[in-house]
């Protein structure tokens, strides 16, 4: 399967905790997106990457949520000290450069806090 | 406002019906529109891009109006697969793909 690639699938933690996500993009795809989405809503921009560099971050992104791409492929992102807002469906994209900005999403990664 | 704005239904359409959606967005200098659809509980997947001109992909008809500031997309003989929610996507701020909150087609024998 060469497609976007997300894990776990589904992450239940309880208040407080930390968790961290996994995104792979579709290999030859420069660009990674994370996307949060609730019940009923649009999938809502977190942050982006070109190659290794976070070059956009939401201004709705608390301080407790990082993400990484150190080396240009695969990306985590972190939420620490989860609360039950942060209950929602993150989803990976990736595109690639060259003015094509189609995204590829993963599955995505359902999170319940308790 | 919201920067990408749609009519979140749910549009409740008989088999062969002809059904529109529009989506509004409020950054002039965007440059990149798309229509993508998601099927319940799963990922958003690209139905189709929107360029200046207009564009058709078999039953989809996809438009786009500068002045006004909105994309359409119109489905024509509306199957009962159609069911799903059409997500508009439009880079606005910082060149950052944004979504719209979806609109939702039920299509029904």
């Known amino acids: 399967d060469t497609g976007v690639s997300q894990n776990p699938r589904h992450k239940i933690t309880k208040r407080g905790q930390n968790v961290t996500f996994r995104c792979d993009p579709i290999?030859?795809?420069?660009?990674l997106y994370w996307y949060r989405q609730t019940l009923g809503q649009g999938p809502e921009f977190l942050t982006y990457f070109q190659n290794e560099a976070q070059l956009e971050k939401s201004r709705l992104l608390s301080d407790r949520f990082s993400a990484e791409r150190p080396k240009g492929s695969f990306s985590t992102l972190e939420i620490q000290r989860t609360e039950q807002g942060d209950s929602a469906m993150y989803l990976c994209a990736s595109s690639s450069t060259g003015g094509d900005e189609k995204l590829f999403f993963g599955s995505g990664t359902q999170l319940s806090v308790l | 406002r919201k920067e990408v704005e749609q009519d979140p239904g749910p549009f409740n359409v008989p088999e062969g019906a002809t059904v529109a959606f529009n989506c509004t967005y409020s950054?002039?200098?965007?440059?990149?529109f798309f229509w993508y659809r998601q099927d319940c509980r799963k990922e958003p997947k690209l139905l189709m891009s929107v360029y200046s001109s207009g564009n058709e992909d078999g039953r989809f008809t996809a438009q786009l109006n500068r002045a006004s500031q909105y994309i359409s997309l119109l489905i024509r003989d509306s199957k009962l697969s159609d069911s799903a929610t059409y997500l508009c996507v439009v880079n606005g701020a910082g060149n950052m793909l944004t979504f719209g909150g979806g609109t939702r087609l039920m299509v029904k024998p």
């Open positions: 950054n002039s200098a965007s440059q990149s």
């Open positions: 290999s030859e795809h420069n660009r």
